[in-house]
């Protein structure tokens, strides 16, 4: 089989799970209007607390239910107790909130953990290849694929189908509004912020054991995010979308063609589509 | 506040300094992060543009210096410059694509860039070093002890805070602060928004670049760290708790975030978490920043009135 495909494969696997990253950085911004700085952090929780249960014999499939709930739980918390008490200040300070955080996270988890990388195995039901004729690939990153793509569509009817999802999108454009028409808000900011972190946690259990658990990919997926919602368009589903495929394939097919520079070419990729369409994909203009 | 008051407050500090720290390295490094956070400073404070970038500025100045009195052999007031001009021209590009957004978009984009150019230093490993960074930044014979190299970074570092004083103060400085506040008025009083905006990045480019080159000449060394999100960070951090709007602020921020890492990382290795705990109670209980609180203090104890809020507050990122 060609060695493309097989990239390209991989890439769309990559790519949904940097659409789940993006798609909670996205929903936070649209409704809390900041850049939550903190989002890697979640992820980075994710992977080491799946590496977690794993050393403790638990069953990964429990980690994937469990740790996005624990994660989702204490991002929760911290919209609460931290979050809540900086609406009000100047922007500089939204961020400096989410940048300590990020920073608390990091390093707790080197203390806890240890600043070295760290293997977690792949699930024993999901270890080896398929083969259909000449096709051949991983069971797990098939599965990657197929469970984040069911995700992706719970996703978007949580959005487009439910009375929290209508909340979040009239929220994004009006938040006043929505809380003159007896929602709380307050509540549904809590709500959207520990979504954002469970899914991010959610990435980074799945991305585990394709890339293991080190301290410095919640930085690294950070980036990827920003890059992910500049290139799909602020604030849309579809652009994150379209934008983590885009980012994926790009990613992984240059790191056949030019390993040295797959990363750079993510980001050249990025200026591209800035240059073309200075609002992302599906961004709206304005 | 009188003109020549922040001026003096400079003066002293760089006085100060020598008096209170035994490390010339110490004292040069807390100038040195002031330069790059009054360049920050003129975009977040004087402009209201937030921008994660200020690394990309800081390690451009480290670079070409690096290169030019390593590989060219070429004198080192002109390196200084040509560090200088590179941190400007990389903020002119950036710039150029970045204020065409604004907000949230705008810092996505600018800490978006910010990683491209890690990757770009990254990959370039032929002219940066890669991983490596450049090593042996030569410094010229007659600054080569660390308090000797101090006194330069200090005559330059009070140049350049005249020279900021005195752009913030002029007509320009004035048209930044109206953009700050109110971009569409000042677009419908018929300024051209993207023109002022650019030409803040390309100053705040240029006192950034130069922080960084002398940076890789105090420490010897042009390290790819130089252009990592850390920097980039670590600048706006220090910009923010040190507080917007006025330019001694940011020498304020920068001796506390200086020192203060200075003394937590001798206590633990992990001393990055201290100072993520420090950021969030920070963001949580002040207001304005440092400078915001000893303005506050000072009117305290002076029983005047204390100073409007509009004047020190920058609303949009």
């Known amino acids: ?286 | 506040m009188p003109k020549k008051f922040s001026f003096l407050l400079a003066l002293a500090v760089t006085l100060g300094l020598p008096l209170l720290l035994h490390s010339g390295s110490l004292a040069s490094e807390v100038l040195i992060y002031a330069l790059a956070a009054m360049g920050c400073n003129l975009l977040l404070g004087y402009t209201g543009l937030l921008s994660f970038g200020q690394g990309i500025f800081f390690g451009l100045g480290s670079y070409t210096i690096a290169i030019l009195l390593t590989r060219l052999q070429c004198p080192m007031p002109l390196a200084l410059l040509a560090a200088v001009t590179a941190g400007s021209l990389g903020a002119a590009m950036v710039g150029w694509v970045a204020i065409r957004q604004r907000g949230t978009y705008f810092v996505m984009l600018t800490l978006a860039f910010a990683q491209m150019f890690y990757f770009v230093a990254y990959t370039a490993s032929g002219l940066t070093g890669g991983d490596n960074g450049l090593l042996d930044v030569p410094r010229p014979a007659l600054l080569n002890t660390p308090w000797k190299y101090y006194a330069f970074v200090a005559a330059i570092f009070l140049l350049a805070f005249a020279v900021l004083q005195r752009v913030t103060e002029s007509i320009f400085g004035r048209t930044l602060l109206a953009i700050r506040d109110n971009e569409d008025r000042a677009a419908a009083v018929g300024y051209s928004i993207k023109r002022f905006k650019l030409l803040a990045f390309v100053i705040s480019g240029a006192v950034t670049g130069l922080a960084g080159g002398l940076h890789a000449m105090m420490t010897g060394i042009a390290p790819l760290s130089n252009a990592e999100y850390h920097t980039s960070e670590m600048i706006l951090v220090i910009t923010v708790i040190g507080g917007t709007g006025n330019l001694f602020a940011s020498v304020l921020g920068s001796a506390f975030y200086v020192l203060l890492a200075d003394w937590l990382s001798t206590l633990w290795p992990r001393w990055l978490l201290l100072l993520g705990l420090l950021l969030i109670g920070v963001s949580i209980s002040m207001q304005r920043g440092l400078w915001g609180l000893a303005e506050s203090a000072w009117h305290r104890v002076f029983r005047k009135t204390p100073p409007a809020p509009a004047a020190a507050q920058g609303e949009q990122a």
Request: with cysteine; glycine share 12%; aromatic share 12%.
């Open chain 1, 1 to 286: 089989m060609s060695v493309y495909l097989l990239q390209t494969i991989n890439g769309i696997g990559i790519g949904m799970l940097y659409f789940l990253l993006a798609v909670g950085l996205s929903i936070v911004f649209g409704l809390l209007r900041f850049v939550n700085f903190a989002h890697g952090a979640f992820y980075l929780l994710g992977a080491y607390l799946c590496f977690q249960a794993m050393q403790w014999g638990l069953d990964f499939w429990l980690a994937l239910v469990l740790v996005p709930l624990c994660v989702g739980a204490l991002g929760w918390l911290a919209e609460k107790l931290l979050l809540r008490r900086v609406y009000a200040k100047a922007h500089e300070f939204h961020i400096l909130v989410t940048v300590g955080l990020a920073l608390v996270v990091q390093e707790t988890v080197v203390v806890l953990w240890g600043p070295l990388g760290n293997n977690v195995p792949t699930p024993e039901l999901l270890q080896g290849v398929v083969m259909w004729g000449a096709f051949i690939y991983p069971k797990y990153r098939l599965f990657v694929i197929g469970f984040t793509a069911l995700l992706a569509v719970l996703l978007w009817w949580v959005l487009e189908g439910t009375r929290l999802g209508s909340a979040v999108r009239a929220g994004s454009e009006s938040t006043e509004t929505v809380s003159l028409l007896g929602i709380d808000v307050f509540r549904v900011f809590s709500l959207v912020f520990a979504l954002g972190a469970a899914t991010a946690a959610l990435a980074g259990v799945l991305a585990a054991p394709i890339r293991g658990a080190e301290p410095f990919m919640g930085i690294e997926a950070l980036g990827v995010a920003f890059v992910v919602v500049v290139v799909g368009g602020l604030g849309s589903f579809g652009g994150a979308l379209v934008g983590g495929l885009l980012i994926g394939i790009v990613q992984s097919l240059m790191s056949t063609i030019w390993p040295q520079g797959a990363s750079l070419m993510v980001y050249v990729a990025m200026a591209a589509v800035l240059l073309l369409r200075p609002h992302g994909l599906l961004g709206r203009k304005g």
